[in-house]
């Protein structure tokens, strides 16, 4: 079963920075546009960050111009990269593909921002 790897996330204080990594099988990384999404307690799971292959980038309102996202091509990997962290950003963060596919999520890596 295809799966993403995310790592990187843990308990930080408010104005604090965290990388998140996701590995990924190459056959998937390397012909398809990758993603962040993240999903909080009693809220349905909501686009982050999009980057394509050839490095364009989208963000989600509410993360412009804190939260930068990146491709390794060479590493099959993507990175967010979050800084001015606040607590609404606490949740669970996964990657997939842009569109997302079921099959493809991960277990996610949890994000705790404490005020």
């Known amino acids: 079963q295809v799966r993403m790897v995310e790592s990187g996330g843990g308990l930080v204080q408010a104005g604090g920075s965290l990388r998140l990594s996701c590995a990924a099988s190459?056959?998937?990384?390397?012909?398809?546009?990758m993603a962040w999404y993240r999903q909080a307690p009693g809220k349905v799971r909501e686009l982050v960050a999009r980057i394509g292959v050839g490095g364009d980038t989208i963000y989600a309102d509410s993360v412009k111009g804190r939260f930068t996202v990146s491709r390794d091509n060479a590493k099959n990997t993507v990175y967010l990269q979050m800084s001015s962290l606040k607590p609404e950003d606490t949740a669970v963060y996964y990657c997939?593909?842009?569109?997302?596919?079921?099959?493809?999520w991960g277990q996610g890596t949890q994000v705790t921002v404490s005020s």
């Open positions: 997939n593909t842009f569109p997302s596919w079921n099959l493809y």
């Open positions: 190459r056959s998937i990384f390397s012909s398809n546009a």
